[in-house]
Nanobody, 120 residues
Framework: QVQLVESGGGLVQAGGSLRLSCAAS????????MRWYRQAPGQQRELVAAITRGGSTNYADSVKGRFTISRDNAKNTMYLQMNSLRPEDTAVYYC??????????????WGQGTQVTVSS
């Protein structure tokens, strides 16, 4: 079956940078859109950035100009470059992807999340 695994989270000071990765593994036929979500304690999960298979991107207003989403289709991997981090960026970041494990329907998969903590 398909798994998504995030990595790259950690503790960083305000103004610093982190690069998150999301690697899909298993039996994968095709990955369409991929997305990064985040969820802070006591808050709803929110969409941070999304990228289509062809590379079209969208960002939440709160991260636009600071974060960059990208993907490597050959590696079944998505990235989130986070620059100029702020304490309010602190959250668990989740990978989400629409994956077809074999010909047929796509299924939305979620990773386990990776913690990003930005200190002031």
């Amino acid at each position: 079956q398909v798994q998504l695994v995030e990595s790259g989270g950690g503790l960083v000071q305000a103004g610093g940078s982190l690069r998150l990765s999301c690697a899909a593994s298993g039996t994968i036929s095709r990955i369409n859109s991929m997305r990064w979500y985040r969820q802070a304690p006591g808050q709803q999960r929110e969409l941070v950035a999304a990228i289509t298979r062809g590379g079209s991107t969208n960002y939440a207003d709160s991260v636009k100009g600071r974060f960059t989403i990208s993907r490597d289709n050959a590696k079944n991997t998505m990235y989130l470059q986070m620059n100029s981090l702020r304490p309010e960026d602190t959250a668990v970041y989740y990978c989400n992807a629409d994956i077809r494990s074999e010909r047929g329907f796509y299924y939305a998969h979620w990773g386990q999340g990776t913690q990003v903590t930005v200190s002031s």
